[in-house]
Nanobody
């Protein structure tokens, strides 16, 4: 049973920082890819950053240089460090697994956390 629990959201002023965490169970992060998504009101959910199982990090252009994705294999937790936050970063942030083979298990669906709200004010 895969379970993802996000934490670390909150309200900050523009220019501030937040660190999101996603605790995973039933899914080995050191062997599997993970992503951080966000969904702003009235917008579609978008992939913000991805960390592949080989450690490759990718970001959407709007967060490059400001956000950093990382993981702690011992804690089986993935993080999103967000700096220089802008009002346009306001959204609900979700972590999600990937579909496909991982650590000998085939995952035929995405698993999502419950989301954590990030609100950036000017």
């Amino acid at each position: 049973q895969v379970k993802l629990v996000e934490s670390g959201g909150g309200s900050v002023q523009a220019g501030g920082s937040l660190k999101l965490a996603c605790d995973a169970s039933g899914y080995l992060l050191r062997n599997c890819g993970m992503g951080w998504y966000r969904q702003a009101p009235g917008s579609e959910r978008e992939l913000v950053s991805r960390l592949s199982r080989d450690g490759t990090m990718t970001y959407i252009d709007s967060v490059k240089g400001r956000f950093t994705i990382s993981r702690d294999n011992l804690k089986n937790t993935i993080y999103l460090h967000m700096n220089s936050l802008m009002t346009s970063d306001t959204a609900v942030y979700y972590c999600a697994t990937e579909r496909g083979w991982c650590a000998g298990i085939y995952y035929d669906t995405f698993y999502w956390g419950q989301g954590t709200q990030v609100t950036v004010s000017s």
